[in-house]
């Protein structure tokens, strides 16, 4: 088990799913909201300056409210703006070179679909597993399979890291998939598509409280 202070709430940004908020936009709303880590992903062929130019902006919101930056896939990005996190998928770079570009104190995350690929990444150097989708997604052209609850609760006992759970995660949904083992969730499209997504995001935090209590509804 990683002895990093790991995020229980990640928010992921995306502007394509809806056309009101930048990605800065977003990170505000949901660090407002009580987010505790905003994840960066732009999977459109923006350059490097684009994406270190957002990422900084970004950043800033972040630390005004206290919350880590998490950028995703890239770790030669997250260097260049002062972020200490980044979420790495299956074709990006190996932890190792993560962990050089970004030093020791970084956290790095990892994904899996499986519970066979969770077993082998977690033993990658990682400090959190990604894992999903538990329900679906929609924010994917080509999404792996449904994982459910009953693979999440399998990854959740057999590997040594936190596990966050991802995939058409709501408030409603949280409870189970922290009953499930689940150290914490990453959410998208229910904060990012909402009207309000800083109440979205106090909605679930409200689910997660509601889940520490014991309580499923």
Request: charged fraction near 25%; proline fraction near 5%; charge should be negative.
């Amino acid at each position: 088990m990683s002895a990093k202070r790991i995020p229980r709430l990640h928010v992921i940004t995306d502007e394509t799913v809806q056309s009101r908020f930048s990605h800065a936009e977003l990170a505000e709303l949901a660090a407002a909201g009580g987010a505790d880590a905003v994840q960066f992903r732009e999977k459109r062929p923006w350059t490097t300056r684009e994406l270190m130019e957002t990422a900084g902006a970004m950043l800033a919101a972040c630390e005004r409210h206290g919350v880590t930056l998490v950028v995703d896939d890239r770790a030669d990005v997250a260097r260049s703006i002062g972020a200490s996190a980044v979420h790495l998928g299956r074709n990006d770079l190996d932890v190792a070179t993560a962990r050089t570009i970004l030093g020791d104190a970084a956290i790095i995350g990892g994904t899996a679909n499986s519970h066979e690929e969770a077993l082998r990444v977690a033993a990658s150097g990682i400090d959190y597993l990604g894992c999903g989708p538990i329900y679906g997604t929609q924010s994917k052209a080509n999404p792996a399979p449904v994982m459910g609850l009953e693979t999440l609760e399998r990854i959740c006992r057999d590997v040594p890291v936190p596990v966050i759970a991802i995939g058409s995660i709501t408030p409603d949904r949280i409870p189970e998939v922290l009953a499930a083992g689940a150290h914490g969730v990453a959410v998208l499209s229910a904060v990012v598509a909402a009207d309000d997504p800083a109440e979205a995001t106090r909605r679930c935090v409200d689910a997660m409280a509601r889940a520490a209590e014991g309580r499923l509804v």
